[in-house]
């Protein structure tokens, strides 16, 4: 089983960048896909990004030219780029790994992202 924490949170203004980190333990990243959601307050939780193992990418349309994922397997990490960011951003950040119908990991506490106008 895969456990996933997140960090790299924070509060930044607007049009500036973040880098957060999703480190897995347990049985690492393996070839898992992972991926980032967000949640806001009043809303559901919704999808970012993916990356696979060979580092093949999707994104949500609304992040498409802003986001950037990646990972390092060695380290066990997916990072998530956050470039331009807009008060719209503002929520908390989650990874996890989609398998069939739900996830491989618990969700986690996520990280918060606070974007300032």
């Known amino acids: 089983q895969v456990q996933l924490v997140e960090s790299g949170g924070g509060l930044v203004q607007a049009g500036g960048s973040l880098t957060l980190s999703c480190v897995a333990s347990?049985?690492?990243?393996?070839?898992?896909?992972i991926a980032w959601y967000r949640q806001a307050p009043g809303n559901e939780r919704e999808f970012i990004a993916q990356?696979?193992?060979?580092?093949?990418?999707n994104y949500d349309d609304r992040v498409q030219e802003r986001f950037t994922i990646s990972r390092d397997n060695a380290k066990n990490t997916v990072y998530l780029q956050m470039n331009n960011l807009t008060p719209e951003d503002t929520a908390v950040y989650y990874c996890?790994?989609?398998?069939?119908?739900?996830?491989?990991?618990?969700w986690g506490q996520g990280t918060q992202v606070t974007v300032s106008s």
């Open positions: 347990g049985s690492g990243l393996g070839a898992y896909v």
């Open positions: 996890n790994a989609p398998y069939g119908l739900g996830y491989l990991s618990e």
């Open positions: 990356i696979n193992w060979a580092g093949g990418a």
